[in-house]
C-alpha cells in the first residue's frame, strides 16, 4: 500500500487536493485539521495515506501527521464508520480533541460530526476508550508540543487535577484540556497544577 505521497501541492479541492509525483496527479481526500496546515499551491507537500480499496473504486486518504493518521485507523475500525465518517469525525475533532472526547465520554462533541449519531458516538467510544484512554490523553505529547515526559507521579496529579476541576463544575472536555497544558515535574502538586489550569480556564 502507499504509506505517503511527497510532491507539488497541484490544487485544492473542496475535499479534497491533488498532488503532483512525477508528473502523475493523485486525488487525496483530507481533514479540515490537514486542510488548514497544507502550504500554497505549487509548494512541496508530504501527507500520510490510507488507501480504501473497493470493487470498484480506490481512494486515498491524506494526512499531515502519523499520529493523526494512526487515529483514522482506529476509528474506521469501529463497526459502522467507514473512511468519509472517520474523515468527517476528524474535520470536526483533532486527534487530541477526540482523545479528550473518549476520555470523558462527551458523545455531543463526537455526534456533532457529520453523518455520525449519538449511537454511532456512544459505539465509538465504548471501542476506542482503551486505545485512546485518559493517561494516552494526558501523557499523549501531540507532533506540535514540546512538552516534559510524564511518569506515573504525574499522572496521579494530572488525573486528581481533572478530577478536582470536573467537581468545580468544569466539563469533562475542557477540564483535561487545561491540565494538559500544565507542564509539571515529580515536585508539583495538584493544588500548583490546579491554578495554573484555571488561568488556562478563564
Known amino acids: 500500500m502507499i504509506a505517503f505521497v511527497r510532491g507539488?501541492?497541484?490544487?485544492?479541492?473542496e475535499e479534497k487536493v491533488i498532488i503532483d509525483v512525477g508528473g502523475i496527479g493523485y486525488n487525496v481526500f483530507v481533514s479540515a485539521s490537514t486542510f488548514s496546515k497544507l502550504p500554497p499551491e505549487g509548494r512541496e507537500v508530504k501527507l500520510y495515506t490510507y488507501m480504501n480499496v473497493k470493487e470498484d473504486l480506490m481512494q486515498l486518504y491524506g494526512f499531515m501527521t502519523r499520529d493523526e493518521l494512526r487515529v483514522f485507523k482506529l476509528i474506521i475500525g469501529v463497526s459502522g464508520i467507514g473512511p468519509k465518517g472517520g474523515l468527517?469525525?476528524?474535520s470536526q475533532l483533532t486527534p487530541d480533541d477526540l482523545r479528550f472526547a473518549v476520555a470523558s465520554k462527551d458523545v455531543k462533541a463526537i455526534s456533532?460530526?457529520?453523518?455520525?449519531?449519538k449511537k454511532?458516538?456512544?459505539?465509538l467510544i465504548l471501542e476506542l476508550k482503551d486505545k485512546l484512554s485518559i493517561e494516552d490523553v494526558l501523557n499523549h505529547p501531540s507532533e506540535e508540543e514540546h512538552t516534559l515526559s510524564s511518569s506515573p507521579v504525574n499522572f496521579e496529579v494530572q488525573s486528581e487535577a481533572v478530577q478536582a476541576l470536573v467537581a468545580l463544575g468544569y466539563g469533562n472536555t475542557?477540564?483535561?484540556?487545561?491540565?494538559?497544558?500544565?507542564?509539571?515535574?515529580?515536585?508539583?502538586?495538584?493544588?500548583?497544577?490546579?491554578?495554573?489550569?484555571l488561568k488556562f480556564l478563564m
Open 8 to 13: 507539488e501541492l497541484a490544487a485544492v479541492e
Open 88 to 90: 468527517g469525525i476528524l
Open 112 to 117: 456533532a460530526a457529520p453523518g455520525i449519531g
Open 120 to 123: 454511532t458516538a456512544e459505539k
Open 174 to 197: 475542557e477540564a483535561l484540556k487545561a491540565v494538559k497544558q500544565v507542564e509539571i515535574d515529580e515536585n508539583t502538586s495538584v493544588e500548583e497544577v490546579l491554578k495554573k489550569a
